[in-house]
């Protein structure tokens, strides 16, 4: 018959041995998991789409003034109609031969400090991008820029606005299909100042939760 002391020491290697056991099925079973791959998703989304679009000359313009201060300031609005023209694998465009339109509107928030003379202000900038494709919805914080002549002959109404006076800087906005092929997409555009400025939209399936 085992002594008390012995009993002991039997009881403590049996304990030993089943926790060595416990911990190796659970490594084990944690191993067969990882090794365990996610069935491929059925139907992924497509590849992202990249547009590089050319904003031509300015068709027509409207500026409302907002304060009725005969002046351009904060609150004012403005709204204008641009032509796109798409831009090749050789960073050629024709402007001559579009094929879209910007219709842009734009509040005017702050003033922001003049360079060289010319008239800067920061806007909320909401336009629509129609396409044979479809339309793409933008919504950015935008930027003006007047030289104090143009700035002198603004007035309430029609109003002939420059390419260089809509998009003086470049800025990112946020970009949504509406129809057509860009139905279901979003994305991001970036514009960059220049002659002609450029639009350029990635795009991209909208991710939906199930829940």
Not at 146 to 155: D, K, L, N
Request: proline share 7%; glycine share 10%; with cysteine.
């Amino acid at each position: 018959m085992l002594s008390l002391p012995a009993l002991a020491r039997a009881t403590e290697s049996l304990l030993r041995l089943s926790f060595a056991g416990s911990v190796a099925l659970l490594l084990t079973a944690t191993a067969g998991c990882g090794l365990v791959q996610s069935p491929k998703k059925q139907g992924q989304p497509p590849t992202t789409r990249l547009l590089r679009l050319a904003l031509c000359a300015p068709k027509s313009g409207v500026f409302l003034d907002h304060n009725a201060d005969v002046m351009v300031s904060v609150g004012d609005r403005l709204s204008y109609v641009v032509p796109v023209a798409e831009v090749e694998a050789e960073d050629t465009h024709n402007c001559a031969q579009p094929i879209g339109t910007l219709y842009g509107g734009e509040e005017i928030v702050e003033r922001r400090t003049s360079k060289d003379g010319a008239h800067s202000y920061l806007t909320d900038m909401q336009g629509t991008v129609m396409l044979p494709e479809g339309n793409l919805r933008l919504m950015a914080m935008g930027a003006l820029q007047f030289t104090p002549q143009e700035r002198s002959s603004i007035v309430r109404g029609e109003q002939a606005f420059s390419l260089r006076a809509l998009f003086p800087e470049p800025h990112a906005a946020s970009v949504q299909g509406q129809g057509g092929d860009f139905a279901g997409l979003i994305g991001t555009a970036k514009l960059e100042p220049g002659r002609p400025p450029l639009l350029l939209i990635s795009l991209f399936p909208q991710v939906t939760l199930n829940r």
